[in-house]
């Protein structure tokens, strides 16, 4: 008898701990679940750069594939903030009509564009002649239609900008059109995204620029502000 109690106690502390480990088990089940749960949702919380956010969007530019889609370059307008591509071609227009795609107006000095395109200032301009047939790497925009000429090389090395009549509107040039140095196209080949990102810090530092030479230009006005 005492030995058949003893087995009874030992089937009985066996199914003990058999509950005992099942139950244990569920419940790290369960922490287990709810752990994986709040990393998921952790996980799953939306990021946004709101140096992108409002008109102009990255999205069209990263959907870009070929070389023929993503072109040379990019210039931001300065009206509308839209971003628009450059491409160049050869021959007299290198970069046929420069107007915004959104609200149609012409490229201007106040606009950013990238390596491709660099604004150069007024006056006498110098530079070598280029070598084997190649064409100037010096154009201007008509004021007028936005129609880029390429500059023609005149008396030694100087460029000539003057007495153009412009082939798209009539318009003739005093060399008070737009002028632009154009570039290499590799940086933005390489990667587009952060030639957008460089023009738009570009732009930010322009602006701050502007409002700091109000402010010195017109203190009373900030006195007056503070009161």
């Known amino acids: 008898m005492p030995i058949l ?11 003990l701990s058999v509950a005992i480990s099942t139950t244990l088990t569920s419940v790290i089940e369960r922490v287990q679940a709810q752990k994986s749960d709040h990393s998921t949702s952790h996980l799953t919380i939306p990021v946004q750069d709101h140096r992108f956010s409002g008109d102009s969007s990255l999205s069209s530019i990263r959907a870009l594939r070929t070389d023929a889609e ?11 903030r839209h971003e628009n591509i450059l491409r160049h071609y050869k021959g007299r227009f290198p970069f046929q009509y420069l107007r915004c795609d959104r609200c149609n107006r012409t490229l ?3 606009c950013h564009a990238s390596e491709i395109l660099s604004p150069l200032p007024y006056g006498m301009i110098c530079a070598p002649r280029p070598a084997g047939g190649r064409d100037v790497r010096y154009c201007h ?7 880029s000429h390429r500059a023609e090389m005149g008396e030694g090395a100087v460029l000539d900008f003057y007495g153009v009549t ?12 737009p002028r632009y140095h154009i570039g290499n196209n590799e940086p933005y080949r390489r990667d587009p995204d952060a030639t957008f990102a460089k023009l738009v810090d570009q732009k930010a530092d322009d602006a701050a620029r502007v409002a700091f030479h109000w402010v010195i230009a017109n203190p009373e006005s900030e006195s007056n502000s503070a009161f």
Do not use: F, M
Not at 70 to 80: M, P, S, Y
């Open 141 to 147: 925009v008509c004021s007028a239609c936005g129609l």
């Open 5 to 15: 109690k003893r087995q009874g106690s030992i089937l009985r502390l066996n199914r």
């Open 70 to 80: 993503i072109g040379d370059g990019l210039w931001i307008c300065c009206h509308c």
């Open 166 to 177: 412009c082939a798209g509107c009539g318009t003739s040039s005093y060399g008070d059109w």
């Open 108 to 110: 201007c000095p106040e």
